[in-house]
């Protein structure tokens, strides 16, 4: 409708390989991923083509080592061009976030000799990952996850279900967390489950409100049979691997947020000021002036936490706090500027042919994965005021 183009976000980079790195995401974004994102998310439509684009792009493991196809980024700069992927599709966005979270098992943990045969073909070589954390019966509560990993000689055998799983039925392989031991935190295990292991199966994916391009789905293993050189550290020490994981990946997750909050933003800047009633622009009117004046302050907020927390990463600090903090931060904040955007665009707005109605259905889902904004807050205030009470 309106002729206003949105005006690129003015990052502060590090260098200007960063620049130029930025630059090449949002060529991709507009060239390869933006004039289909529309269609292809009313179709339920998985783009696997764009993401073997960004693999060879080296865009799928940016902030992991060159040496086994990475792209030697800090987190501050991965974490802008992850914004700029969530800000055109967010099944992009956030299917790049989950594939670099089911790569950090293996990068952090595992060994050598494993880094050295899996890792070139995970963030280099065309495939897509899943983590398989949350269960039917436990998602907030992951340490009292069911799926069993049995020794049996120098192989596991795995059994169970787990549930809500990006990627679920898709991936190429799948980083495991399942009870080799006893109950509680330390007896789980993390595992790399390749996707076509015999016994893995996956259900229909989920019917859901948003994100209708990005399948999620429950998986199963039944009996599904590994090489001990497929578990990822130690026996016991899985679930401090998921944690060490979540604190990453809840940046990713605010990072997403802050893109689809900066997406819904430009769409209401360009109609507010293309949009006459009363024989002038509507963006003449204070009332919706403030409007926009807030949620560009809330952007540029959460964009400025999530990137403290990240540049604490970087610097090999402590970041657990600062990464709940953002992901509760962020994630609210496009849901109220989505919401906001709706009701800028009015009547326009609550149809399908303007996209702020899609921003707003999938700001909901990003409330709630990698926990919901209540587990984040829990996480915050055991940071203040330390453990709660037994």
Request: proline letters at 5%; aromatic letters at 6%.
């Amino acid at each position: 409708m309106p002729d206003r183009a949105p005006q690129p976000v003015d990052r502060q980079l590090p260098t200007d390989e960063a620049r130029d790195l930025i630059s090449l995401v949002r060529d991709i974004a507009q060239r390869e991923i933006a004039p289909q994102a529309a269609e292809q998310e009313d179709a339920g439509h998985f783009p696997r083509d764009v993401f073997r684009l960004l693999s060879e792009s080296g865009l799928l493991g940016l902030p992991y080592d060159s040496g086994y196809g990475g792209g030697d980024q800090p987190y501050e700069v991965y974490l802008q061009a992850l914004e700029e992927l969530a800000a055109t599709r967010l099944t992009i966005g956030l299917g790049v976030s989950v594939h670099s979270l089911a790569c950090h098992a293996l990068a952090n943990y595992g060994t050598k000799e494993q880094q050295a045969e899996h890792l070139p073909a995970m963030l280099g070589g065309g495939l897509l990952g899943a983590y398989c954390l949350s269960e039917p019966s436990s998602g907030s509560d992951a340490a009292s996850l069911r799926t069993k990993a049995v020794r049996d000689g120098d192989d596991w055998v795995i059994t169970g279900t787990k549930a809500w799983i990006t990627h679920g039925g898709i991936a190429d392989f799948y980083t495991v967390l399942a009870r080799s031991g006893a109950e509680g935190a330390r007896g789980i295990t993390a595992f790399l489950v390749p996707g076509d292991a015999e016994g893995l199966s996956a259900a229909p994916p989920e019917k859901k409100m948003g994100m209708k391009g990005s399948p999620t789905a429950q998986v199963s293993f039944d009996g599904v049979r590994i090489s001990d050189d497929r578990r990822i550290g130690d026996e016991g020490q899985g679930f401090a691997i998921a944690l060490s994981a979540l604190d990453s990946g809840r940046l990713g997750i605010a990072a997403c947020a802050i893109g689809v909050a900066q997406a819904a933003l430009d769409e209401a800047l360009a109609y507010a000021t293309g949009r006459l009633q009363f024989g002038r622009p509507i963006s003449d009117f204070q009332g919706l002036r403030f409007m926009l004046a807030d949620m560009a302050t809330q952007i540029e907020a959460g964009r400025a936490l999530y990137l403290a927390a990240a540049r604490l990463r970087d610097a090999g600090r402590p970041f657990s706090k600062q990464a709940a903090m953002a992901k509760l931060l962020c994630t609210d904040t496009a849901m109220k500027v989505t919401t906001d955007a709706v009701q800028v665009l009015g009547g326009y707005g609550y149809t399908a042919d303007f996209p702020v109605e899609r921003y707003m259905r999938e700001a909901k889902v990003l409330q709630i994965v990698e926990g919901t904004n209540q587990i984040q807050r829990m996480v915050i205030a055991r940071h203040l005021a330390g453990p709660e009470s037994r």
